[in-house]
């Protein structure tokens, strides 16, 4: 929680998403009214700041130069603490770091005195935690699939009803210890606290997607530049996660080596002409580019139809790759054929149709919801994991904090914020 500037009467919060491309930064106030509401989302926000900058120090979402990566987090805080006109003391950060781990598991509790109460439910959640983080990994995410007393279906909140057993199904995603302490560090050396993780995919598909689709049964495929992260939602829970460490670069990387162009110039050439499309015209669409290590103004020529032949086979391979991560998950039946594609790199012309075409299933590109009174300069798909942070932190729903004790964070600063909404109603 941060002071606020004199026009505006809510609570602030403070966004971090810190990606293999990019670092954005994100200051918004809620709200008791107002028409900034993302899809599926109860409270209103107003954007107060935006700040983003080109990530450096980081591979596939791990930090590998503290110092670049430091450099490159003030700087994108610091851009939208001056628009905002505030200074932030803590953030929610985004992680696709840690080879992230989605479990599903029931946890059990006999229930002393016949009532469940509170401390039964507490009891198995302790347990589950336990569970989730052995082996030395650190539990992210945390949320109740369902509830069964006595074995039977116990409804959304079983407090008050008798049983003499308690089962919570619960859904878990973990990391690898050592990556997030590093990027708990890198926000430290920012002179900034950690108000909460939030696992990208989670808030890249609250972005996305709206609560009808996500209760339908929805996959959120977010390809970023360095990370491709995965959600399935079913029955309006969140119910999978995975991560692969490709991503856009990827492609860029491709082209360069392709085209033997230095890589700044392929990352342009991707956004200008790439296309996992095929229309005759490419044929004859034929563009410019420099050749690496050749005198400055020495130039060489191609056409979109070749610079397609590059990219389709490494996304190809990535769908591939998806495919088979959604086949181990056991949930691809769960969350249904609706496949919402998200990021940067799904901008690519064509991306849709290519991905259907090898997934077998109805495909659309998404991102923050343009209605949501959002700047245009965000509301766009590569910004979804920053803006889907937004739902994430004042939902609440599942995510654990990042301070030692590891609390729900619902207990603690959410609270107070749901307490002020009541309040305003």
């Not at 119910?239 to 460490?245: I, R």
């Not at 691809?332 to 901008?347: K, M």
Request: hydrophobic share 45%.
């Amino acid at each position: 929680m941060m002071r606020a500037p004199r026009n505006v009467s809510g609570p602030v919060l403070g966004l971090l998403d810190i990606g293999t491309s990019k670092v954005a930064c994100l200051i918004v106030a809620l709200e008791q009214r107002g028409p900034s509401i993302l899809a599926g989302m109860q409270t209103a926000f107003r954007v107060l700041g935006i700040g983003h900058q080109r990530s450096r120090g980081l591979k596939a979402g791990v930090i590998t130069d503290l110092a670049e990566a430091e450099a490159a987090v003030r700087a994108a805080v610091d851009q939208a603490e001056r628009m905002a006109g505030i200074t932030l003391e803590d953030v929610y950060v985004s992680v696709a770091c840690g080879r992230l781990k989605s479990e599903s598991f029931a946890a059990n509790a006999d229930v002393d005195g016949g009532i469940i109460a509170d401390r039964h439910i507490n009891r198995v959640l302790e347990g589950a935690r336990a569970y989730a983080e052995r082996d030395g990994r650190m539990l992210m995410h945390m949320n109740r699939v369902g509830y069964r007393l006595d074995g039977v279906p116990g409804g959304r909140d079983p407090r008050g009803l008798a049983a003499n057993k308690l089962t919570v199904d619960l859904h878990t995603v973990s990391a690898d210890d050592a990556p997030v302490r590093n990027l708990m560090l890198l926000i430290d050396r920012c002179y900034l606290g950690v108000a909460g993780l939030v696992v990208t995919p989670y808030a890249s598909a609250l972005a996305a997607t709206s609560a009808e689709e996500r209760r339908l049964g929805v996959t959120v495929i977010d390809i970023g530049g360095g990370v491709t992260s995965i959600a399935l939602f079913a029955d309006g829970r969140f119910v999978h996660a995975d991560a692969l460490p490709i991503g856009g670069q990827h492609l860029t990387f491709d082209i360069a080596r392709g085209l033997q162009t230095p890589l700044v110039e392929a990352e342009r050439i991707k956004a200008l002409y790439g296309t996992l499309s095929t229309a005759p015209s490419d044929g004859r669409e034929a563009f410019s580019f420099p050749l690496a290590g050749e005198e400055q103004g020495v130039l060489s020529q191609t056409t979109k139809a070749a610079l397609s032949e590059i990219l389709r086979p490494r996304m190809a391979s990535l769908v591939g790759l998806i495919d088979e991560r959604l086949e181990q998950s056991g949930m691809r039946n769960w969350a249904g054929d609706r496949v919402v594609l998200t990021g940067g790199t799904s901008q690519l012309v064509g991306c849709d149709g290519f991905v259907a075409n090898l997934l077998g299933a109805a495909v659309r590109v998404s991102g923050p919801d343009a209605a949501a009174a959002l700047p245009g300069s965000i509301a766009v798909p590569a910004f979804s994991t920053v803006v889907g942070l937004v739902a994430a932190a004042v939902a609440g729903d599942g995510l654990v904090d990042a301070r030692q004790e590891r609390d729900v964070l619902s207990q603690g600063y959410l609270r107070r914020v749901g307490t002020w909404l009541k309040e305003g109603f």
